[in-house]
């Protein structure tokens, strides 16, 4: 059964840092994984998404790489700023289940100003 | 473009009676999920959808609850009857084939 953890739960840094965020998934047959920003009281955007073919994907000021083997995934967020805050959460997609996510608790971000 | 529509974004019912959600999914999207997320356990996938279809419901936790989904258009979760222990917000989601699952606001529910 693929359980997915995220590290730290949640992290408070000065604008401007360059931060990462953890993830480690048990079960390295994945379709893809996942990053996900949950704003207060909303629903789920989609941020990016890597095949498991691949090894990172970028969007700005996000990358998040891919290590298959190692069953780990991380969001690198540079340059941080106040509008980055909130919940990041990622899931993976199981080879077995199409489309069906399997996600972790997510890291509560705050960056202040 | 419509995003993913929930309704109601909010509801507040006593333990015992029946309980409604409803779920507006992106015109054209063939998958459809509905997800429960609390403080304790995060977020579960509960059911989901293709082509109107129930492909796996795995996640429902008990025979309270039931999902539908009549049309392309509109998918119902139900629970019946409610018990505290539902509180919490529901969200569903839909997706076209294997693209990045778009989600609604999501209703909160409360059972007192």
């Known amino acids: 059964k693929q359980e997915v953890t995220q590290i730290p739960a949640a992290l408070s840094v000065p604008e401007g840092e360059n931060l990462v965020l953890n993830c480690s998934f048990t079960?390295?047959?994945?379709?893809?994984l996942q990053w996900f920003r949950q704003d207060p009281g909303k629903g789920l955007t989609s941020l990016l998404l890597?095949?498991?073919?691949?090894r990172e994907q970028t969007s700005g000021r996000l990358n998040a790489s891919l290590d298959k083997s190692s069953g780990r995934s991380t969001l690198y967020i540079a340059a941080s700023q106040p509008g980055d805050s909130a919940t990041y959460l990622c899931?993976?997609?199981?080879?077995?289940?199409?489309?069906?996510?399997?996600f972790g608790a997510g890291t509560r971000l705050a960056v202040h100003p | 473009d419509a995003g993913v529509i929930q309704s109601p974004r909010h509801e507040v019912t006593e333990m015992g009676q029946e309980v409604t959600l409803r779920c507006k999914p992106i015109s054209g999207h063939d998958y459809l999920f509905w997800y429960r997320q609390t403080m304790m356990r995060g977020l579960e996938l509960l059911i989901y959808f293709n082509n109107n279809v129930p492909i796996d419901d795995s996640g429902m936790p008990e025979d309270r609850f039931s999902a539908k989904m009549p049309n392309a258009s509109f998918s119902t979760l139900k629970i019946q009857p409610s018990e505290p222990r539902d509180s919490a917000v529901y969200f569903c989601a839909s997706a076209l084939g294997n693209q990045p699952q778009h989600f609604g606001d999501g209703t909160r529910l409360s059972i007192l």
């Open positions: 079960d390295s047959a994945i379709y893809n």
């Open positions: 890597i095949q498991s073919s691949q």
């Open positions: 899931a993976a997609q199981a080879s077995g289940g199409y489309n069906k996510l399997i």
